[in-house]
């Protein structure tokens, strides 16, 4: 079943809070506006996920980046756009990260807009 944009944005009010979606757009406005590429970094996402009160791992798993613990130590990988397998980082996911990196993927299938 593909999902339509109408449906993507019912799902997003439905499942993430104002709090959460206010963080999610500011982080994402702050990269188009900063960036070259118009996409955050982990640190932006963390820096986001601070100032808003939020996990920043569920934030940052918005864009795809979903990280690791290992010996004290966080190993982030790209989860939409890296060349590395992310399947032990999906695999230690939170809720929150799984929810959030499924939007993501969602929202990444998405026709372009104007696109039939």
């Known amino acids: 079943m593909r999902?339509?944009?109408?449906?993507?944005?019912?799902?997003?009010g439905a499942l993430f809070g104002p709090v959460e979606r206010a963080a999610h757009r500011a982080c994402l406005e702050h990269a188009r506006l900063t960036r070259d590429n118009?996409?955050?970094t982990v640190e932006t996402?963390?820096?986001f996920a601070s100032l808003y009160g939020l996990p920043g791992a569920e934030l940052a798993a918005f864009f795809g980046f979903l990280g690791a613990s290992e010996r004290g130590r966080t190993v982030w990988v790209d989860a939409?756009?890296?060349?590395?397998s992310s399947h032990a980082a999906r695999r230690r996911a939170t809720r929150g990260?799984?929810?959030a990196l499924g939007?993501?993927?969602a929202v990444a299938e998405l026709p372009p807009a104007g696109s039939a």
């Not at 999902?3 to 997003?12: F, K, M, P, S, V």
């Not at 939409?80 to 590395?84: H, Q, S, T, V």
């Open 3 to 12: 999902l339509d944009a109408e449906t993507l944005t019912a799902g997003y």
């Open 38 to 40: 118009g996409w955050p």
């Open 45 to 47: 996402c963390l820096a």
């Open 80 to 84: 939409l756009r890296g060349p590395a």
């Open 97 to 99: 990260q799984a929810l």
């Open 103 to 105: 939007f993501a993927q």
